[in-house]
């Protein structure tokens, strides 16, 4: 059964830091490009940042700079380090393949206060 489980969201001030994790059961990530992706209540879910298998990664212009994908293909886990974050980050995070999608997971919840 594909499973996708993220975790690691929570409560920060402005300018602080969470690092994400997904881990994935079910199919193997390694030959897979992944990403994450947010979503505000009332908003298409859009792309954060995404990694392919050979490590080449891109970030939404609004992020640059504040955060890092990486992956763990032994683990099959994808990461997700956040830096110096704003109210404006405030949403649910969800990994998922970059092109090949699969089943969405619950998400984790992000919540940055000013």
């Known amino acids: 059964q594909i499973q996708l489980v993220e975790s690691g969201g929570g409560l920060v001030q402005a300018g602080g830091s969470l690092k994400l994790s997904c881990v994935v059961s079910?199919?193997?990530?390694?030959?897979?490009?992944m990403a994450w992706y947010r979503q505000v209540p009332g908003k298409e879910r859009e792309l954060v940042a995404a990694?392919?298998?050979?490590?080449?990664?891109e970030y939404t212009d609004s992020m640059k700079g504040r955060v890092a994908i990486s992956r763990d293909n032994d683990k099959n886990t994808v990461f997700l380090q956040m830096n110096n974050l704003t109210p404006e980050d405030t949403a649910v995070y969800y990994c998922?393949?970059?092109?090949?999608?699969?089943?969405w997971g619950q998400g984790t919840q992000v919540t940055v206060s000013s």
């Open positions: 998922n393949g970059r092109i090949t999608k699969v089943p």
């Open positions: 990694i392919t298998r050979y490590q080449t990664t």
């Open positions: 079910g199919f193997s990530i390694q030959q897979y490009q």
